[in-house]
């Protein structure tokens, strides 16, 4: 029953201090399809955040209006699960209360309710940590509990805002593996925020780029999958790269004295 | 490094957490002591104050044999074996009681200085109004019911009521204080009123309550102001709490399909159990005070009653300074009821930094 998510005519406003207007979304209009990947790029305090935030329900829009299937966004929902860039794991639940908090909230049975939990926690690799308390675990370990509480609500649309930002490579390529094979196995349609364009094609079916809060580009991303270090260096994801360079305004000069 | 060396790791740990223990044991006696050389030195001959201050352990001159004091409180004519032996009803406490509050016999009440005395006790002026308004007068102290005449009743009458109180106000402060955060509106009430009150010292409200209530409803007065007290301070600890919970694991949990009912029993309710438990041990603290200083501004029954009388004994009588063992009792009862609340805090927090820290 996935639906698709269409985004009309989004504006969203701020008025700063200074009293100066900020367009952090500027008439942003597209559509995803169930399924797809889609990764959201840009430079610092270009929208990104501001876009999941009104797709969450968190934030509401100036003008415009975002849907799912016929459906309008409205306010917060269990149906577009977010997993945030800040450590938002709840510290005093353990592990397994955590992946549950959801479907407690949903009053799901008590049967199914555990066996959900105990699937999550086995597709992250977390069973044998299900009873220990949030701050006994790595930034990564957290991550995934992040993760697997999203996934356990099962929502068709997960949401994630520059969730790896903070962990170290190689823990961010583990948990790029195992999401990845999660949304292989669950189909659901991904909103993933970045500003790391590696990241974005070893993940993306499509990378949506976002300038001061405009769509200037919606690259599609046919690279074969698993992304690995040759199809990264191949042909045609260097001239992805090179397309997400200029258009964030960053010649290959600039680029190579950064 | 070998698993013994891991073994060997975990019980310097434990030494460790020993010696911190024995530490603060050590502390806590360090304090007691200079508690007991501060009273000293204030009631040597050349303090100024030697005509207020009786020396702590009964007639012993300055560091006379100290020891031998410490050993006087506990022989026959000592504070603690007096105040053990009259716990319960006695026919020298009952003289002693009615001696104390002279202002109530008959010959006395018409002597002005008396009535400057009694007065400062809070006790005249609610008979006076007592009389005018032709309310019921206080019981005179020599007409109370036996069992008043012995340390015991006063005391687990004062415990019984300052828990009373601050289970009262932890409940209502905690009531109003979390139920602001649903309903604004009684946030837009309470906090100003809550506000006025709270930078009022509390001690300023003391005579007041007093008064409203009066010193024969003692239930009204002493519970009342405890009351009162706990939940203006609870009020704002559960509001302050709630308030330092991360906007984002709020809007986590929305996202997660959180209901107002969900959020609340899964985010606010655990996650502010640290400054609410921190909040109460410090209200607590406060209500001892606050319930034994109510009783000594003229409430016949309690713990504080005990100490108005023997500002009188003490002066009048050479009385040995049962004081000094009710003091200590209050300050060893407030001190196990701590460490009982620390040994429940700590396991609704097992999961902070702080239940890291412990090891827990
Ligand atoms: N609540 C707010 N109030 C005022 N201005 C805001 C608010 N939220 C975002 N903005 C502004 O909107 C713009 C876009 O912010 P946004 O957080 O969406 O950027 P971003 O692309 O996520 O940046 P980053 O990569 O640094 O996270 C910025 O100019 C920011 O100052
Ligand atoms: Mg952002």
């Not at chain 1, 407690?104 to 940590?129: C, P």
């Not at chain 2, 009521?161 to 509106?185: C, D, E, H, M, Q």
């Amino acid at each position: 029953m996935s639906r698709v998510v269409s985004f009309e005519g989004l504006w969203c406003v701020f008025e700063h201090r200074s009293g100066q207007l900020v367009n952090a979304l500027h008439d942003v209009n597209f559509e995803v399809q169930p399924g797809e990947f889609v990764c959201v790029v840009g430079r610092s305090g270009h929208g990104k955040t501001t876009l999941l935030r009104v797709l969450a329900g968190l934030q509401p829009p100036t003008a415009g209006q975002i849907r799912l299937g016929e459906e309008v966004v409205e306010g917060p929902g269990a149906d577009r699960a977010m997993v945030f860039q800040q450590d938002t794991v709840f510290p005093w639940l353990h592990v397994r209360d955590n992946v549950e908090f959801g479907l407690r909230a949903l009053k799901v049975d008590d049967e199914e309710r555990k066996s959900t939990t105990a699937h999550w926690l086995d597709a992250v690799g977390l069973t044998d940590f299900a009873d220990s308390w949030p701050r006994e675990l790595s930034g990564g370990m957290r991550k995934r509990v992040a993760l697997a509480a999203a996934m356990a609500v099962g929502s068709d649309v997960i949401l994630m805002d520059e969730p790896f930002g903070s962990l170290d490579y190689f823990t961010r390529r583990n948990l790029h593996d195992v999401l990845l094979d999660l949304w292989e196995e669950t189909q659901k349609t991904i909103f993933f925020v970045t500003h790391d364009i590696e990241e974005a094609l070893i993940l993306a079916d499509r990378v949506i780029l976002l300038a001061e809060g405009k769509l200037v580009d919606d690259i599609p991303v046919d690279l074969p999958r698993p992304r690995d270090e040759d199809v990264r260096a191949s042909a045609g994801a260097v001239d992805i790269t090179k397309t997400i360079l200029a258009h964030l305004g960053i010649t290959e000069e600039e680029a190579t004295q950064v | 490094m070998t698993s013994t060396d891991v073994l060997d790791v975990r019980a310097k740990a434990q030494r460790d957490k020993r010696r911190r223990r024995i530490a603060s044991i050590v502390y806590i006696a360090i304090g007691i002591t200079l508690f007991f050389v501060a009273w000293v030195l204030l009631s040597l001959e050349a303090s100024p104050w030697h005509y207020d201050i009786p020396p702590p352990f009964g007639a012993v001159g300055p560091f006379q044999d100290i020891l031998q004091g410490v050993w006087g409180l506990f022989r026959e004519e000592g504070a603690i074996a007096h105040f053990w032996s009259n716990l319960g009803t006695s026919q020298d406490m009952r003289i002693k009681f009615v001696h104390a509050c002279p202002d109530l016999h008959p010959a006395n009440v018409n002597n002005p200085f008396r009535q400057v005395a009694s007065s400062l006790m809070g006790w005249k002026y609610t008979s006076d109004t007592a009389a005018l308004t032709g309310g019921p007068l206080p019981v005179p102290i020599g007409q109370l019911p036996d069992y008043c005449y012995g340390y015991g009743i006063h005391l687990v009458v004062t415990i019984i009521r300052i828990l009373l109180g601050a289970a009262f106000g932890t409940i209502a402060g905690l009531a109003i204080g979390l139920s602001s955060l649903v309903f604004p509106k009684v946030a837009q009430v309470f906090t100003p009123i809550a506000s006025f009150f709270g930078t009022a010292p509390i001690f300023i409200a003391a005579p007041f309550f007093v008064i409203w209530f009066g010193v024969e409803v003692p239930i009204m007065t002493t519970i009342g102001l405890v009351t009162f007290y706990t939940t203006l301070l609870m009020y704002f600890f559960s509001r302050r709490a709630a308030e330092n919970i991360p906007v984002g694991i709020v809007e986590s949990a929305l996202t997660l399909g959180g209901t107002p009912r969900s959020i609340f029993r899964w985010v606010y309710l655990p996650g502010t159990v640290p400054e609410i438990a921190g909040g109460f041990r410090i209200a607590l603290a406060g209500a001892w005070g606050l319930g034994v200083l109510v009783e000594v501004l003229g409430i016949q029954v309690g713990g504080g009653h005990l100490i108005d009388i023997w500002r009188f004994l003490i002066g009048q009588l050479q009385a040995p300074s049962a004081l000094v063992a009710l003091i200590t009792f209050y300050g060893v009862l407030a001190v196990v009821v701590d460490a009982l609340l620390l040994v429940i805090i700590r396991y609704l927090t097992r999961w902070s930094e702080a239940g890291r820290r412990l090891g827990l």
